[in-house]
């Protein structure tokens, strides 16, 4: 294998290039579009958030501690349906109902002492009718007991990175150093969205019957917006009334989180001014699919000349109306890469920029594994380096 100075001085331009720049559409930097100031909202705390990106389009005290009354259940269904993926329990399963889960108060299911119950029932009795026996049984089914459960409720808090939320019980009854913020039940209930797509149906259910007693979702959006398909309501007289709703428009899917507002309307309404203003203003624009090549990079020492680099995930932003066209994209690769190569290694970042604003920030990884080349390649490619280096 020969190399000339051509050939050097060609590879030594193509190493400094560090930076590459993928243009969208435009090189032309698209004018600003004036998008109108959030809705105030008469609630203690509230988010918007964008579930296919996780971007948060509006916050107030998201971060603030707050108890969560029913909400908490939001949890509870999400343990019952991690532990049906994991195998550990099924929708068939027969529940033993307690003298405790009987006896609990505030909303029920009317479940009763000493029967048996599907943990299909068990859930709908928890989301639809916000059961607080519901959620005890199906806590004492999985766990043993309630404070077993609320141990394992704040291991998965932890999981998804929930930090400023703590459990002590699966009903959201009030209880010392029980609370959460609604930035963390903005991160549950879009897990509960995307890890498991087969039960998040249930949430759109408007009425469940047990027992011969018929009860309706609280969740008034329901049948307000058909575009709303969850997810829970909660109401203490220290949390006030919250509600935690999804909808999905032109395939956007956004989450609202509203807390301590003063009434069952007035939660609708507030959720609905958020949903109704990401909606209109901002999107989510699909930049790049999971394994698409964006660079092929020259590779030393391998058994191959060139490397694919990509990304491991499909890449997404959240933006204002009519920006795609502002967004400002650029790739920073390692100077040199050589082999072995195994595949899912960063060698690089895609940066994604508006304006002055950073979007993201996205590792560029190998799409290939590639092993080392022979004893001599190696040594020739060390020789080329050298020189390469000596030129810089």
């Known amino acids: 294998m020969r190399a000339s100075p051509t050939h050097f001085s060609q590879v030594f331009r193509k190493l400094s290039a560090v930076v590459c720049f993928f243009v969208l559409s435009s090189t032309a ?12 909202l008469a609630a203690t705390a509230y988010v918007l958030m964008d579930a296919g990106t996780g971007k948060i389009i509006i916050s107030e005290n998201a971060d603030q501690r707050l108890p969560p009354a029913s909400l908490t259940k939001l949890m509870t269904s999400y343990i019952a349906d991690y532990e049906i993926a994991q195998g550990n329990i099924s929708m068939d399963d027969m529940v033993l109902i307690s003298e405790k889960a009987w006896r609990t108060q505030g909303s029920r299911m009317f479940i009763r002492e000493g029967t048996r119950v599907k943990v299909e029932d068990l859930l709908r009795g928890i989301v639809i009718q916000s059961g607080n026996d519901a959620s005890v049984a199906m806590a004492e089914h999985i766990a043993g007991s309630e404070g077993a459960f609320a141990d394992l409720m704040n291991q998965h808090a932890g999981q998804l990175g929930m930090a400023s939320t703590q459990y002590q019980n699966a009903t959201g ?11 963390d039940l903005a991160l549950l209930a879009r897990s509960i969205i995307q890890d498991y797509p087969k039960h998040y149906p249930l949430y759109a259910e408007k009425y469940f019957t047990y027992n011969k007693i018929r009860q309706p979702n609280r ?31 032109n395939g956007m899917r956004l989450i609202s989180v509203v807390m301590g507002t003063r009434s069952e309307e007035a939660r609708a309404q507030e959720s609905q001014k958020l949903l109704a203003y990401g909606f209109r203003y901002y999107e989510s624009v699909e930049l790049y699919p999971a394994d698409e090549v964006l660079n092929t990079a ?7 000349d060139t490397l694919k680099l990509g990304v491991g995930e499909p890449v ?4 204002p109306r009519g920006q795609s066209k502002a967004l400002s994209i ?63």
């Open 29 to 40: 930097i698209a004018a600003p579009t004036l998008i109108p100031a959030p809705p105030s």
């Open 173 to 183: 009854l009030p209880k010392e150093n029980h609370y959460t913020t609604a930035n």
């Open 219 to 249: 969740n008034k959006l329901l049948w307000r917006d058909s575009n709303v398909d969850g997810l829970k309501t909660g109401h203490t007289e220290e949390a006030g009334y919250c509600l935690v709703a999804s909808a999905k428009e």
């Open 298 to 304: 020259k590779l030393w020492s391998g058994t191959q």
């Open 316 to 319: 997404a932003v959240t933006i």
């Open 330 to 392: 650029t790739l920073d690769l390692d100077k040199v890469i050589q082999a072995p190569v195994v595949a899912g290694t960063s060698f690089g970042t895609l940066n994604i920029a508006l304006g002055d604003e950073v979007l993201k920030q996205i590792p560029v990884i190998a799409l290939e594994s590639v092993e080392p080349a022979g004893f001599f390649t190696r040594v020739l490619h060390s020789i080329m380096l050298f020189f390469l280096s000596l030129l810089g």
